[in-house]
């Protein structure tokens, strides 16, 4: 009879965990979709260090259409819009449309829709609540299972699930990099008129942009693996890609854990100053580059440096 109390104890704190679980990813589901069904605009800072960046954005939708423009107010004006999946880039008195692919979502877009992966690799604690701009926001942080990535902690706006600061930490739990809104209006209140019509828009778009280095990508399968990618990054890109100031097409595979991204760039050695062995970081992201066999390998990642330099040693020829 004890036994079986037991057993039966340890089944409903299983069934507890995972329906306490199951919540949590359903108020996940609400932060992932509010980025892109809320309409927003706002004033947001971005620092890591003594580092500060300041941009502007506005986002609205509009039937079935998603509009969201991003503008920097720090150094020369350059300028995002998306819709429709197509990105475009302003700056320099000029219009480049983007590969969207390559352009990285940034906040408050930081979440992806699938979740199911995340309690694979990370714990989701609720950490309290907070003010930011004014709002009132539930705190949630993601532990990493593993010393290979960050912790992650954001703030979201208790009625609309959108995200108003997020939070990178290191073991150490110091802040390697954050975002936050200092200004925000949310709802009817946000400015429509600069949105124009598809059509109004393709319009102009054909008339004004440039080529991208981008559109000359394309899919491959190269027969590059990495054997030592920390558990749940999976891949979701592999391209032949050109790049400013190299003289061939450079390998790029992408892979992800849902919170963090880790590209791996291969292309021939051509004995520069970029050849050299090395370690840098921008906030969160750390870039470990060398060579091997003749061949410049650089891994990029929202990741430790101990994880770029291990999968970076783990890269390896399979054929194709």
Same mark, same amino acid.
């Given at each position: 009879?004890?036994?079986?109390?037991?057993?039966? %104890?340890?089944?409903? @704190?299983?069934?507890?965990? @995972?329906?306490?679980?199951?919540?949590?990813?359903?108020?996940?589901?609400?932060?992932? &979709?509010?980025?892109?069904?809320?309409? =927003?605009?706002?004033? &947001?800072?971005?620092? =890591? %260090?003594?580092?500060?960046?300041?941009?502007?954005?506005?986002?609205?939708?509009?039937?079935?259409?998603?509009?969201?423009?991003?503008?920097?107010?720090?150094?020369?004006?350059?300028?995002?819009?998306?819709?429709? %999946?197509?990105?475009?880039?302003?700056?320099?008195? $000029?219009?480049?449309?983007?590969?969207?692919?390559?352009?990285?979502?940034?906040?408050?877009?930081?979440?992806?829709?699938?979740?199911? !992966?995340?309690?694979?690799?990370?714990?989701? $604690?609720?950490?309290?609540?907070?003010?930011?701009?004014?709002?009132?926001?539930?705190?949630?942080? +993601?532990?990493?299972?593993?010393?290979?990535?960050?912790?992650?902690?954001?703030?979201?706006?208790?009625?609309?699930?959108?995200?108003?600061?997020?939070?990178?930490?290191?073991?150490?739990?110091?802040?390697?990099?954050?975002?936050? +809104?200092?200004?925000?209006?949310?709802?009817?209140?946000?400015?429509?008129?600069?949105?124009?019509?598809?059509?109004?828009?393709?319009? !102009?778009? $054909?008339?004004?942009?440039?080529?991208?280095?981008?559109?000359?990508?394309?899919?491959?399968?190269? %027969?590059?693996?990495?054997?030592?990618?920390?558990?749940? &990054? $999976?891949? !979701?890109?592999?391209?032949?890609?050109?790049?400013?100031?190299?003289?061939?097409?450079?390998?790029?595979?992408?892979? !992800?854990?849902?919170?963090?991204?880790?590209?791996? +760039?291969?292309?021939?050695?051509?004995?520069?100053?970029?050849?050299?062995?090395?370690?840098?970081?921008?906030?969160?992201?750390?870039?470990?580059?060398?060579?091997?066999?003749?061949?410049?390998?650089?891994?990029?990642?929202?990741?430790?440096?101990?994880?770029?330099?291990?999968?970076?040693?783990?890269?390896? =020829?399979?054929?194709?």
């Amino acid at each position: 009879m004890k036994l079986w109390l037991g057993v039966c %104890g340890l089944l409903l @704190a299983a069934n507890a965990c @995972a329906a306490e679980m199951q919540s949590k990813l359903d108020w996940l589901k609400t932060v992932a &979709f509010a980025s892109h069904q809320t309409d =927003y605009s706002g004033v &947001f800072v971005y620092q =890591y %260090g003594s580092h500060v960046e300041t941009s502007r954005i506005v986002h609205v939708t509009e039937k079935d259409s998603e509009y969201e423009k991003l503008e920097s107010m720090d150094g020369p004006k350059h300028e995002i819009i998306r819709h429709h %999946g197509q990105v475009w880039l302003f700056g320099n008195h $000029k219009m480049v449309q983007a590969d969207s692919q390559q352009t990285k979502i940034r906040f408050p877009a930081l979440l992806p829709d699938q979740l199911s !992966t995340l309690s694979e690799n990370y714990q989701v $604690k609720e950490a309290g609540t907070g003010r930011v701009a004014g709002y009132n926001t539930q705190v949630i942080l +993601f532990q990493p299972k593993d010393n290979l990535r960050y912790s992650h902690k954001i703030w979201v706006h208790t009625d609309s699930g959108l995200l108003l600061k997020s939070e990178v930490l290191n073991d150490k739990n110091q802040v390697v990099e954050q975002y936050t +809104f200092t200004q925000l209006k949310i709802g009817s209140e946000v400015d429509r008129s600069w949105i124009v019509s598809s059509n109004a828009m393709g319009a !102009t778009i $054909k008339d004004k942009v440039k080529p991208s280095l981008n559109s000359t990508s394309k899919n491959v399968n190269s %027969g590059w693996v990495a054997d030592a990618l920390p558990s749940g &990054f $999976k891949k !979701t890109m592999e391209i032949l890609r050109p790049m400013h100031g190299k003289h061939a097409p450079v390998l790029q595979m992408v892979f !992800t854990d849902g919170l963090s991204a880790i590209s791996i +760039f291969i292309e021939p050695a051509d004995s520069d100053e970029d050849d050299n062995e090395g370690l840098s970081s921008r906030g969160a992201v750390n870039l470990y580059h060398k060579v091997v066999n003749k061949t410049l390998l650089n891994v990029v990642g929202e990741v430790p440096s101990l994880t770029v330099m291990q999968v970076l040693d783990s890269v390896r =020829y399979n054929g194709k």
